[in-house]
Structures are given as structure tokens and as C-alpha cells.
């Protein structure tokens, strides 16, 4: 209740407005969600849209490598999330009112066991409402694996959601956030334009395309917590202390 309250009154005393309009009027901001329903992302469309615009990692990532900056709004805002929990199968608001979210799956049928993760036979209807991206195959640390090792992780999963007709799949995000060198090498060997990291903090015509940095959000927030922790103000304070 205490956190609770402490969002609320970062939110409605006008600090995190005022961080926003400081730190990201000029940027773009990645956001990271895992469990989502329908419910939930209803919420984060609603109370995003007042303050952000909505832009796809596609166009983010063309403005980077053209060195063209000027074609993304102020408050630039992309939507990710990893895993590819069963919970998503039901996060229709972003398909809904056009925000082109990705989803970061991985392929082992450890990950897509039909419990917690969507199966192979649900992919399809995931992609439906969202881009589907490379999360690897098995969901290993990255960092703790050899570069062929890393590759193979990679390669395996980018052949899986190819062969299933997931569209391409030109985005890796690192599973637990944890990489490496080898990591980002492996990407580029394979031809990935962009990889994602957790790395906190905000994206702008300087960011490196294969650490792309992006803030994490909790399964079950608030609409005060919510607009708090995009707007990057809770990391900040929490880097203070």
C-alpha cells in the first residue's frame, strides 16, 4: 500500500510528467512486458496514448541505420514482450487500435509446453496479434554459452518461427537480458538487424542497434506505477539509492 501510494503521488503531483517531458520528448522509450491479458493491455493502451506515441521497433530501428532521426515523433514509444506466455493469446488492445507490439518467442517445447507459454499449434493465433520475434530456442543465459553455442540458439529459433510462417524475423531480445560480445557478434553473422537487451534507460539516433535498451515493466501494475516506471523516473530513483 505504501509503494502504492508512493506512485500516485509521483504521478498526480506532476514529477513524472515533468521527467517525461524532460528525458524523453527527443527519445524513443522500449517498453518490456511478460504476462499480459486482455484486461491488462486494455489499461496500458489506454493510459499510454494520452502521453506517448505509438511507433513500431521496425520504424525505429530504419530512423537509426538512415541516420534519420527527424521521422520519429516526440515521446516515441515501442511495446515488447518476451516469452510469449499464454496470457498474451487474450492482449488484443494493441492489434486493435493499430500499435504494432512484438512478441519475443522462444521454440524449445520446454518454453512452448502448452502451460505457461503458447504451443506450437497457438503461434499462429499469437501472431495475430502481434510481430513474432526470436527469443532464442531454449532460453539460455546467452553470457554462459560459447559463441557456437550462442549461434545455434539463435539460428535454431529463427528457422522454427520461419518455418512456421511467423513472418521475418529480423529482432533477437536476449533472454534474461544477459549477453555478451558473442552475442551481439552472432547476430550480426546471422543477419538480425537489431537485439534487445534489459539495459535500462531510453533509445535515440545514437543507440547501438545491437544493445537496445528498453525499461521493464511488472506483471500486475497500477495506472499510477504504470506511467511512473515508463517514464523512467522510478529507474532513475531508484539508481540513487
Keep these: 500500500m505504501l509503494k502504492r501510494g508512493l506512485f500516485a503521488a509521483l504521478r498526480h503531483s506532476g514529477v513524472a510528467g515533468l521527467y517525461r517531458r ?3 520528448r527527443k527519445k524513443a522509450t522500449i517498453i518490456l512486458f511478460h504476462e499480459m491479458n486482455h484486461e491488462q493491455s486494455q489499461v496500458v493502451y489506454s493510459a499510454l496514448y494520452k502521453y506517448y506515441n505509438f511507433i513500431s521497433l521496425e520504424n525505429l530501428v530504419a530512423a537509426i541505420e538512415s541516420n534519420s532521426w527527424e521521422q520519429i515523433p516526440n515521446y516515441a514509444l515501442v511495446v515488447t514482450l518476451d516469452d510469449g506466455r499464454r496470457s498474451n493469446l487474450s492482449a488484443s488492445a494493441f492489434a486493435e487500435n493499430g500499435v504494432e507490439a512484438i512478441n519475443f518467442v522462444s521454440s524449445s517445447p520446454d ?3 502448452g502451460q505457461k507459454f503458447v504451443t506450437e499449434s497457438e503461434l499462429s493465433e499469437l501472431g495475430k496479434l502481434f510481430d513474432i520475434q526470436s ?8 553470457s ?27 529482432y533477437v531480445a536476449f533472454p534474461y537480458g544477459q549477453y555478451n560480445q558473442d552475442s551481439v557478434d552472432a547476430c550480426k553473422e ?10 535500462s534507460g531510453f533509445v535515440d539516433a545514437d543507440s547501438d542497434l545491437y544493445r537496445l535498451k528498453r525499461l521493464c515493466l511488472p506483471n500486475s501494475f497500477s495506472e499510477s506505477e504504470l506511467l511512473v516506471k515508463v517514464s ?8 540513487k539509492h
Excluded at 527469443?135 to 539460455?140: G, Q, R, V
Excluded at 529459433?157 to 511467423?166: E, G, Q, V, Y
Design 22 to 24: 524532460i528525458m524523453q
Design 111 to 113: 518454453r512452448l509446453d
Design 135 to 142: 527469443h532464442t530456442h531454449s532460453h539460455p543465459n546467452l
Design 144 to 170: 554462459q554459452l560459447s559463441k557456437t553455442m550462442q549461434l545455434e540458439e539463435i539460428r535454431k529459433n529463427i528457422d522454427f518461427l520461419h518455418s512456421r510462417k511467423a513472418g521475418m524475423i529480423k
Design 190 to 199: 546471422l543477419g538480425v538487424r537489431a537485439s534487445l537487451t534489459v539495459d
Design 232 to 239: 523512467g523516473l522510478w529507474n532513475f530513483l531508484q539508481r
